[in-house]
């Protein structure tokens, strides 16, 4: 059982920048990270994911340039440098987890957080 909690949301004026962490617990050794967003009626979205050995990363077209996903695993963290940010990218944040390699898909996750609020203003 692996257990991620989220931190570091907030509100930000546009072309501000935030951090995000999620902190994991449990046995995450060859797990895939991810960050995901769900806008105010919007369905939950690929924002960045990164592989167990930090080698490999990925990133949604919208956020390319403006966010940077890292980990330190050995202390079990994954960080979201989110810079640029505009009033689009207001949504709850989300990490997750999954056993191997990354996907973009949200439903191929395994574990999840309980989600950090960013609200960008203009």
């Known amino acids: 059982q692996v257990h991620l909690v989220e931190s570091g949301g907030g509100l930000v004026q546009a072309g501000g920048s935030l951090r995000l962490s999620c902190a994991a617990s449990?046995?995450?050794?060859?797990?895939?990270m991810a960050w995901f967003r769900q806008g105010p009626g919007k369905e939950r979205e690929f924002v960045a994911a990164?592989?167990?050995?930090?080698?490999?990363?990925s990133y949604a077209e919208s956020v390319k340039g403006r966010f940077a996903i890292s980990r330190v695993n050995a202390k079990n963290t994954v960080d979201l440098q989110m810079n640029s940010l505009q009033p689009e990218d207001t949504a709850v944040y989300y990490c997750?987890?999954?056993?191997?390699?990354?996907?973009?898909?949200?439903?191929?996750?395994?574990?999840w957080g309980q989600g950090t609020q960013v609200t960008v203003s203009s």
């Open positions: 449990g046995p995450t050794f060859n797990y895939a």
């Open positions: 990164i592989t167990w050995s930090g080698l490999i990363t």
């Open positions: 997750a987890a999954k056993y191997g390699t990354w996907a973009p898909k949200y439903s191929e996750y395994d574990y």
